[in-house]
């Protein structure tokens, strides 16, 4: 093996085992950045010997051994060495008495609730949302700060910093390394359901930039779900976002045209969505059904894009169930983007003149103002009753409030269409 | 990215795997589905049960199994999401170890995009491996 092959192996063992082990040295030194840098020094040693010795059987027990040797020497010179010496001399002792196979399985018990509680520890409510994005990516996700930075397009320094800052205020204020119970976990599974999910919108539909799309973005933020789905399995939103993504990116290639323009969902062609995630995606949603029913937001959302992965053409759209659905979301999470959506699904269900009614209702809803979606969505009620100046004027609008250019060309294409008489009577997005 | 895995045990046998090995891969499933990873996987029962399908010059022959050339034989198949070829290297390794013994191809599939502006900058082409590049502790 080339020393290149060595390090491309190194990386690759980091992606796959350094959640887990930043996991369990937290459990061990009860402090996320400690734990990320003991993890760090592993890596660093691993980078030193195996080029030579080669990279060992069980890589991951290999780090994570090396970074308790090195948690040891840390605590030696802190105060409380005499007990953290004999809790982790204590570890080692039994570890190294377990046969590798056993270990194996008996650290990934332990390191699987340890995981979940990184996990929950990363998205806590303390901290701001652009942190526990930054932080979970990072920690969880395995991602290089540079990688985040240039994801949400911002500055590595930014970033950089948002990560210090945050370590600091888990320590400060003495968060604990634990899985929340009762009432509280709903809450805060709810913090961690949203990062990941403004990770993978960041990638399904980027808010500025070029590309509309970033499936790298995607698929971590499907990866950490999926991890989140085995970790908690018994929480049924969790398995309806883990369908909403999986059946979202199904979409993915489908989404843009050969020169990266925009295609609205209706007009996609559906020999591209990607079936094994719609597999994957009903089979979650499933797995929530059967959970106390499927009532939460993420279930929800989930049915709503599963009614459009079943449809084999546009025009088998369930759009009655779609609107159903939408009604049940906003009993659930009332919001005017709901409204919004609700109103596009009845438009298409019982006519565009009953979804503008819903939409002109929204008018002076004030978190909408700078929303693109809105004039939009007016815009193409508007085509399809002939009110054609109006739509032009209302795609226009749309088109100079969103920050992604590939949004803003679809937009402009759709308003130069009203006066050139070639309307568009297909929706959706 | 997305990557096909054909594992290929180099002999063909009509001995069915034993529980515990059957557990031992059951666990294996799980651990690749643990970390978010595997999308399918499935296994090719023997290939006596299958079919080859041949044209030739606008000429179809249908051999039926067993075939001979063991060697290439796929005895079945997992397809991961990774972000880089060396992860799936990584857990056909893994998934070898568990076997003992055979041979394990790993395709890069044709999901596109994939690559893009965001995505890993790992080309593989330099000699130092980007994390030691960047030990930044922040």
Same mark, same amino acid.
């Given at each position: 093996?080339?020393?290149s092959?060595?390090?491309?192996a190194?990386?690759?063992?980091?992606?796959?085992e350094?959640?887990?082990?930043?996991?369990?040295?937290?459990?061990?030194v009860?402090?996320?950045?400690?734990?990320?840098?003991?993890?760090?020094?592993?890596?660093?040693?691993?980078?030193?010997?195996?080029?030579?010795?080669?990279v060992?059987?069980?890589?991951?027990?290999w780090?994570m051994a090396?970074a308790?040797?090195?948690?040891?020497?840390t605590?030696?010179?802190?105060?409380?060495i005499?007990r953290?010496?004999?809790?982790l001399?204590?570890?080692?002792?039994s570890?190294?008495?377990?046969?590798v196979?056993?270990?194996d399985?008996?650290?990934?018990?332990?390191?699987?609730?340890?995981?979940l509680?990184?996990?929950f520890?990363?998205c806590h409510?303390?901290?701001?949302?652009?942190?526990?994005?930054?932080?979970?990516l990072r920690?969880l996700?395995? +991602?290089?700060?540079?990688?985040?930075?240039r994801?949400f397009?911002?500055?590595?320094?930014?970033?950089?910093?948002?990560?210090?800052r945050?370590?600091?205020t888990?320590?400060?204020r003495?968060?604990?390394?634990?899985v929340?119970?009762?009432?509280e976990?709903?809450?805060?599974?709810?913090?961690?359901?949203?990062?990941?999910?403004?990770?993978?919108?960041e990638g399904?539909s980027a808010?500025?930039?070029?590309?509309?799309?970033?499936p790298?973005?995607c698929?971590?933020?499907?990866?950490?779900g999926?991890?989140?789905?085995?970790l908690?399995?018994?929480?049924p939103?969790?398995?309806?976002?883990v369908?909403?993504?999986?059946?979202?990116a199904?979409?993915l290639?489908?989404?843009?045209g050969?020169?990266?323009?925009?295609?609205?969902?209706?007009?996609q062609d559906?020999g591209?969505?990607?079936?094994?995630?719609?597999?994957?995606?009903l089979?979650?949603l499933?797995?929530?059904e059967?959970l106390?029913?499927?009532?939460?937001?993420?279930?929800?959302?989930?049915?709503?894009v599963?009614?459009?992965?079943r449809a084999?053409?546009?025009?088998?759209?369930?759009?009655?169930?779609?609107?159903?659905?939408?009604?049940?979301?906003?009993?659930?999470?009332?919001s005017?983007?709901?409204?919004?959506?609700?109103?596009v699904?009845v438009?298409?269900?019982?006519?565009?003149?009953?979804?503008?009614?819903i939409?002109?209702a929204?008018k002076?809803?004030?978190?909408?103002k700078?929303?693109h +979606?809105l004039?939009?969505?007016r815009?193409?009620?508007?085509?399809? +009753?002939?009110?054609f100046?109006?739509?032009?004027?209302e795609?226009?609008?749309?088109?100079?409030?969103t920050?992604n250019a590939?949004e803003?060309?679809?937009? +402009?294409?759709?308003?130069?269409?009203?006066?050139a008489?070639?309307?568009?009577?297909k929706?959706?997005? | 990215?997305r990557f096909?895995?054909?594992?290929?045990?180099?002999?063909?046998?009509d001995?069915?795997?034993?529980a515990?090995h059957?557990?031992?891969?059951?666990?294996?499933i799980?651990?690749?589905?643990?970390a978010?990873?595997?999308?399918?996987t499935?296994?090719?029962?023997?290939?006596a049960?299958?079919?080859?399908v041949?044209?030739?010059?606008?000429?179809?022959?249908?051999?039926?199994?067993?075939?001979?050339?063991?060697?290439?034989?796929?005895?079945?198949?997992?397809?991961v999401?990774t972000?880089?070829k060396?992860?799936?290297?990584?857990?056909?390794?893994?998934f070898?170890?568990?076997?003992?013994?055979?041979?394990?191809?790993?395709?890069l599939?044709s999901?596109?995009?994939?690559?893009?502006a965001s995505s890993?900058s790992?080309?593989?082409?330099?000699?130092?491996?980007?994390?030691?590049?960047?030990?930044?502790?922040?």
């Open positions: 093996m080339t020393a092959d060595t390090h491309r190194i990386d690759a063992v980091w992606r796959i350094s959640a887990r082990l930043i996991a369990g040295l937290t459990r061990i009860r402090d996320v950045g400690l734990a990320e840098d003991l993890a760090q020094d592993a890596l660093l040693a691993a980078l030193e010997r195996w080029p030579d010795s080669g060992p059987d069980n890589p991951g027990a780090l090396t308790k040797h090195r948690a040891i020497d605590f030696r010179r802190a105060e409380r005499e953290k010496h004999e809790e001399g204590h570890e080692l002792e570890e190294r008495e377990r046969a196979p056993d270990m399985e008996a650290i990934d018990d332990d390191i699987g609730d340890d995981v509680r990184l996990v520890m990363s409510p303390v901290l701001p949302r652009e942190a526990r994005t930054a932080l979970t920690l996700g395995g +991602l290089t700060t540079d990688e985040i930075a994801a397009l911002v500055p590595e320094p930014t970033v950089a910093q948002r990560i210090v945050a370590k600091r888990l320590s400060e003495k968060i604990p390394f634990e929340p119970r009762g009432a976990l709903g809450a805060r599974l709810s913090s961690v359901l949203e990062v990941i999910y403004l990770v993978f919108n399904y808010t500025a930039g070029d590309d509309l799309v970033r790298a973005l698929e971590d933020a499907l990866r950490l999926r991890i989140v789905a085995e908690a399995p018994e929480e939103e969790v398995h309806g976002l369908a909403l993504m999986e059946i979202q199904s979409r290639r489908a989404r843009t050969p020169s990266g323009k925009a295609i609205l969902l209706l007009d559906r591209r969505w990607d079936q094994i995630l719609i597999r994957r995606g089979s979650a499933e797995r929530a059967k106390r029913g499927a009532n939460g937001p993420y279930a929800l959302q989930a049915a709503i599963a009614c459009h992965a084999r053409t546009a025009a088998e759209t369930d759009w009655p169930r779609i609107a159903s659905l939408y009604d049940a979301l906003a009993a659930v999470t009332p005017p983007v709901v409204e919004l959506n609700r109103a699904a438009a298409m269900a019982f006519g565009p003149a009953e979804g503008l009614k939409i002109d929204l002076s809803e004030r978190s909408l700078g929303y +979606l004039p939009a969505a815009a193409d009620l508007l085509e399809k +009753l002939g009110r100046d109006e739509a032009r004027a795609f226009e609008r749309a088109a100079s409030l920050r590939r803003r060309e679809l937009l +402009l294409d759709r308003a130069q269409a009203q006066k008489g070639n309307h568009t009577h929706k959706g997005k | 990215m096909m895995m054909l594992y290929k045990p180099g002999r063909e046998d001995v069915p795997p034993t515990e059957m557990a031992e891969m059951g666990a294996f799980g651990k690749m589905a643990k978010g990873v595997l999308l399918a499935d296994g090719l029962q023997s290939s049960k299958g079919s080859r041949r044209i030739n010059k606008g000429k179809f022959t249908v051999t039926d199994g067993p075939f001979t050339e063991t060697k290439e034989l796929i005895a079945g198949f997992a397809i999401q972000k880089t060396a992860e799936a290297i990584e857990l056909a390794k893994d070898l170890n568990l076997m003992g013994e055979g041979e394990s191809e790993v395709r599939m999901d596109t995009p994939a690559f893009d890993v790992h080309s593989g082409k330099s000699n130092q491996s980007p994390r030691a590049q960047t030990s930044a502790r922040a």
